[in-house]
């Protein structure tokens, strides 16, 4: 009796997946296809903001004269100087692509699908301009608290929400102050000053606005983990520099942030 119920049970499951199966396949090429859209915004957001700090026509890196509609969003070279779009507008394509179509089989935390995409948007914005730019913006910044904190109280509930970004405020204030006090540390050791700080305000921006993300207590952990990653990147980093001989290069700072992202997102899946 048993395994007869099994077995229909099997047949059932067999039909629903074979039935299914052509919804799959448009589901996810309709996430891919969101994904790339998704990807034209960030590139678009990434190509204007650092230079204009407000929504802009996207120009050309050549040579400054601004792309037209169509010649931008078909991704043609420049008319004017025939320069071609960078490498890393496919990239954030192919980027954005992948990270739709795998929230269809990964869901964020008790989010649809949806209602993950104004994160994949902001996050992956936030994450192309730190690693060109090495810049973590105000104006990005304040779009995060206000994005983040709705997000965080409609995820732990307000009072968690707020208190994840406090303590995301202070332990990134900490490495920030302790960033500064090192430079001049490491300046002084040197005999002359060093501008460059390791760990800039915008990291303490994103901090906290991760810190609305993750809630507390989860934001402590998305920290440490964004940490480690950041050592290990530097680590190898710090290899590659002193055996090719570019040891020098290593006094510029690495973006945090995208590592800090990172982090909080691992603390979600893990
Ligand atoms: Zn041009």
Request: hydrophobic fraction near 55%; proline fraction near 4%; glycine fraction near 10%.
């Amino acid at each position: 009796m048993a395994t007869e119920i099994y077995t229909q049970y099997l047949s059932l499951v067999a039909a629903q997946s074979f039935d299914f199966s052509l919804l799959k396949v448009l589901t996810l090429g309709i996430s891919a296809i969101t994904g790339i859209f998704i990807g034209i915004l960030i590139n678009y957001f990434a190509d204007v903001l650092p230079a204009n700090r407000r929504l802009a026509y996207p120009m050309c890196t050549n040579c400054d004269q601004p792309y037209n509609f169509k010649t931008y969003l078909l991704f043609k070279k420049c008319p004017n100087c025939g320069q071609k779009r960078s490498l890393r507008t496919y990239i954030v394509l192919f980027a954005a692509a992948a990270c739709s179509v795998l929230l269809r089989f990964f869901p964020f935390y008790n989010l649809g699908y949806w209602e993950t995409l104004p994160i994949l948007l902001f996050l992956g914005v936030i994450i192309v301009i730190d690693i060109e730019h090495h810049i973590v913006l105000i104006q990005t910044s304040l779009v995060g608290f206000i994005l983040l904190i709705i997000y965080g109280s409609l995820m732990h509930g307000f009072s968690k929400a707020l208190y994840g970004g406090l303590a995301g405020l202070a332990v990134t204030l900490g490495f920030f102050v302790l960033g500064i006090v090192f430079t001049k540390f490491l300046g002084k050791l040197r005999g002359k000053s060093v501008n460059q700080v390791a760990f800039g305000l915008g990291d303490v921006f994103a901090g906290v606005f991760l810190g609305f993300f993750a809630g507390w207590p989860a934001i402590i952990g998305g920290i440490i983990a964004g940490i480690l990653a950041f050592s290990a990147y530097s680590l190898v980093f710090l290899v590659v520099l002193i055996s090719s001989k570019r040891y020098r290069a290593f006094a510029n700072p690495q973006p945090f942030t995208p590592f800090l992202i990172l982090g909080v997102i691992a603390v979600f899946y893990f």
